[in-house]
């Protein structure tokens, strides 16, 4: 992790249970300034509000100086190259970038050509590593342990970051993993990115007994054909609390936000006391104070 926090993929599950024995730590809230007189820049080209948020609070919070950059409001609208941008951000000698990018493997080219270390907010449907941490994060409150758990995943699988890294991480501890969504959105060679990954078209087959149902939002941003009307979407792929009698009596329901009421889950899933969506959020502070932190110390 040297060169900072690209993905799941390249992490051993030694390194993964590192970062989150700093983050449990960092779960009691306070000011820790292990990162005082540092600068954490937060170069965003797509939109955010979670990720961007809690990488800012995580930074302040290890005592960081932060300077937060949007697309809309950065030179790239003045036709500024993406590897001009990030010269010029590096010139500026921040100790960490913090990027999100519409394109796959965006920050993996710069980590390449810079020495200043990248942190991946979400490439394309890459991956989307801080994710994948704060989601083992959650479960790991609620159950102690990510072995032999079910997890179905569940929604926009082909365009999603977050189903990648969260595959890579939850095989690594020895959870078993359903894909589930549409035929147009679950592509067959997803079963290859680790092994024992089960995919299907069926929601009730892959909710049942499930301890962890994981839904994901319809990237509606990244599909090229005519989506599905959400009402028909929310027909088949919505979760409803009927569905939760098919899962483990006390499993729960995840969402990496922003969620889409009536598409992809139904309100009283949203907020019922199966819904672990708003710790979520609030473990991404913690998770992402671990990360800036061992990125940059
Ligand atoms: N916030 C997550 C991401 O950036 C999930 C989503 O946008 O649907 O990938």
Not at 66 to 91: P, R, Y
Not at 216 to 238: I, K, T
């Amino acid at each position: 992790m040297t060169a900072g926090l690209l993905g799941i993929e390249g992490l051993g599950r030694p390194e993964i249970e590192a970062i989150l024995e700093r983050s449990r730590y960092f779960q009691s809230p306070g000011r820790y300034d292990t990162l005082r007189h540092r600068l954490i820049v937060n170069l965003f080209f797509e939109a955010s509000t979670r990720t961007r948020t809690s990488f800012e609070i995580a930074a302040k919070r290890l005592g960081a100086d932060t300077v937060s950059i949007t697309a809309s409001s950065s030179s790239v609208s003045k036709g500024e190259s993406l590897v001009d941008t990030l010269n010029t951000l590096v010139a500026m000698k921040p100790q960490a970038i913090v990027m999100r990018h519409s394109a796959s493997g965006a920050p993996h080219f710069l980590a390449r050509h810079l020495s200043t270390p990248i942190v991946n907010a979400g490439d394309g449907t890459h991956e989307h590593p801080t994710q994948a941490l704060l989601d083992a994060l959650t479960i790991f409150d609620r159950r102690g342990s990510l072995e032999n758990l079910r997890v179905a995943i569940i929604g926009d699988i082909a365009h999603s970051r977050v189903a990648r890294s969260n595959v890579h991480l939850l095989s690594r501890f020895g959870a078993s993993i359903v894909l589930c969504g549409p035929p147009a959105l679950l592509p067959r060679e997803l079963e290859q990115l680790a092994p024992g990954v089960e995919l299907t078209n069926d929601m009730n087959e892959a909710i049942r007994d499930a301890d962890v149902v994981m839904m994901l939002r319809v990237q509606l941003e990244r599909q090229h054909e005519v989506p599905m009307a959400a009402g028909e979407y929310f027909r088949f792929y919505g979760l409803r609390l009927e569905h939760m009698a098919l899962a483990k009596p006390d499993a729960i329901v995840m969402h990496p936000g922003p969620i889409n009421r009536g598409r992809e889950l139904s309100s009283e899933v949203a907020d019922s006391q199966r819904s672990v969506i708003l710790n979520q959020v609030e473990n991404g502070i913690a998770v992402r104070m671990a990360v800036l932190e061992k990125v940059v110390a």
